[in-house]
Structure formats: structure tokens, C-alpha cells
């Protein structure tokens, strides 16, 4: 059981972590080309690199949170970039595996 416990503590200071910031690929270059769209096929894939728009991440728990207010700011603003760069509104975020985890986006 301690060992459970201990890796488990370590999965949680590791999520945790990477969520710091948050990158988001915006586009792709290839030869000098910058791309505004994921490319179509696997040999132009391989050969581009990502260019990420960074946002600052939260260190908070969002597991307990209910409503869409209850998110930290910086939670919130991530899912409104995300649906801005898509072009498409983002109605539900989920913050866990059980159904009253599933938030609706104000």
C-alpha cells in the first residue's frame, strides 16, 4: 500500500508540474514554410516542426470544481483560446472521469 501511495503521490506532483504552462501547436513550419493547418499527410508531417503558443498553466486541483467559475482564471482562459484558435465554441470541459466532473462552458 505504501508504495501505491507513494506513486501515486508522484503521478499527482508530475501532472501537476506539467501544467506550469500550457503549449498549444498554431502552426507548422516545413522549409521555410510556416503552415496555419495540420498537415494532411504523414512525409509532409515528418518533416515540420511545430510552432506553440504558450500560456501560463495553474498549480490548483480542478477536480473538485462544478461550475465554470469554480475553474482558475488561467484554466478558463486556456479553454477560450483553444475554441478562438478552432474557430468553434467549446460548450462542455470535463475535469474527471464521473459525470458531475463534466462542466458547461459560460
Sequence with gaps: A????????????????????LKIATAYESAGRRREWFPADATTLAGCQPVYETLPGWDEDITGCRKWNDLPANARAYVRRVAEIMAVPIRYVSVGPDRAQTLVVE
Design 2 to 21: 505504501d508504495d501505491v501511495e507513494r506513486l501515486s503521490g508522484e503521478q499527482e506532483a508530475a501532472a501537476r508540474a506539467v501544467l506550469k504552462e
